[in-house]
């Protein structure tokens, strides 16, 4: 056999053997549980999606009463979508799954439900940011108004620090290190974990194998072999976005980038802030002009990776979603 099918064939027997460790590693990346006030009155506000980070689910209790406080504050219907059929398959698709697969999975959800017809707000934690992102460039139909991105990995990772292979989760944690390596812009990895779709290292973000290969280079339109228009014109289409950044992250990696920002390519130490950045410099995928005109807003939390508080989330629902009344 060649060392190519060799080395599939190893993968694909250690991730078998992790799938139950998923379990246990997702608990590192779940939304706190929120407090849930009195319902408003409905005042014809846009309903809102809830997106999910790596690990999370829908079904947890996290999400769904951080899903269920947003419904409460602002008077209209709020759904936090799965790529998942239940609890354990949505855990289970935020590792080993692509982000493109559960990008469409995502926008399917969203198109079967009817209360979401005729557009809605987002708000992402963490990798739910990926896939909100992934909807609007592929899909947006119905229509994102407005995009709250908390802790987002938006603009790709390049690594996942809190995933040591020291700790408690090391055997899974050392298998998404090796993934995110050498094989990384591989079809097999891009076609099979999540992480590797937005993973960005900056070491080879100008190689033909990130080019041809890398589901978040498709979204930025990076390199000679991704041009798509339609992205492009989807990004611009929402009419504001709100980006949280913690300061004090461990998770996404650099935090710059739920700025947009990254490393400066071709080292790890100096970070580059969203308008120093050649994709957006270029517009390759709309920053530039979302931006110029206004439409993108920033904020910060003090502390690390999804801490936040329940006041801190319904501000940012207040202040920054649209409405039909506004």
């Known amino acids: 056999r060649s060392k190519a099918t060799v080395s599939v064939l190893y ?7 992790l799938f139950t460790a998923t379990a246990c590693l997702s608990t ?3 939304v706190p549980v929120m407090e ?8 014809g506000n846009y309903p809102t999606v809830t997106a999910h980070g790596m690990g999370d689910s829908c079904w947890h209790l996290g999400m769904e009463t951080l899903t269920r406080s947003i419904e ?17 398959e949505d855990v289970h698709n935020s590792f080993w799954m692509s982000m493109e697969k559960n990008v469409d999975i995502f926008a399917a959800k969203i198109r079967n439900d009817s209360k979401l017809a005729g557009g809605f707000n987002a708000i992402g934690f963490s990798q739910g940011n990926s896939l909100i992102r992934g909807y609007i460039q592929s899909y947006n139909n119905p229509p994102v108004k ?11 990772v390049s690594g996942i620090p809190d995933c040591s292979p020291d700790g408690p989760f090391a055997e899974i944690c050392t298998v998404i290190d090796e993934a995110l390596g050498e094989d990384a812009y591989s079809d097999y990895w891009q076609n099979s974990l999540f992480q590797a779709g937005y993973y960005r290292d900056p070491l080879r973000t100008h190689s033909e194998a990130y080019y041809k290969r890398s589901e978040i280079a498709r979204q930025n339109n990076e390199g000679p072999y991704n041009n798509n228009q ?10 504001n976005y709100t980006m949280i950044k913690a300061l004090k992250d ?23 802030k969203m308008n120093e950045t050649d994709y957006y410099q270029s517009d390759l995928f709309g920053l530039k002009t979302v931006n110029e005109q206004g439409r993108m807003a920033f904020n910060t939390t003090d502390g690390n990776h999804l801490k936040f508080t329940t006041q801190e989330l319904l501000w940012w629902v207040d202040h920054y979603f ?3 009344s506004n």
């Open 11 to 17: 993968w694909k027997k250690k991730m078998l053997t």
């Open 28 to 30: 590192l990346f779940q």
């Open 36 to 43: 849930v006030g009195e319902a408003q009155p409905d005042v």
């Open 72 to 88: 409460k504050n602002l008077g209209s219907y709020a759904v936090c979508i799965p790529t998942g059929a239940n609890k354990s």
């Open 146 to 156: 407005s995009f709250i991105s908390v802790h987002g990995t938006v603009m790709g």
């Open 230 to 239: 339609t992205y492009k014109e989807n990004f611009i289409s929402v009419q």
């Open 250 to 272: 461990t998770v996404v990696h650099p935090n710059e980038g739920e700025w947009w920002g990254q490393y400066t390519p071709g080292q790890m130490v100096t970070v580059q």
């Open 322 to 324: 649209v409405q039909p």
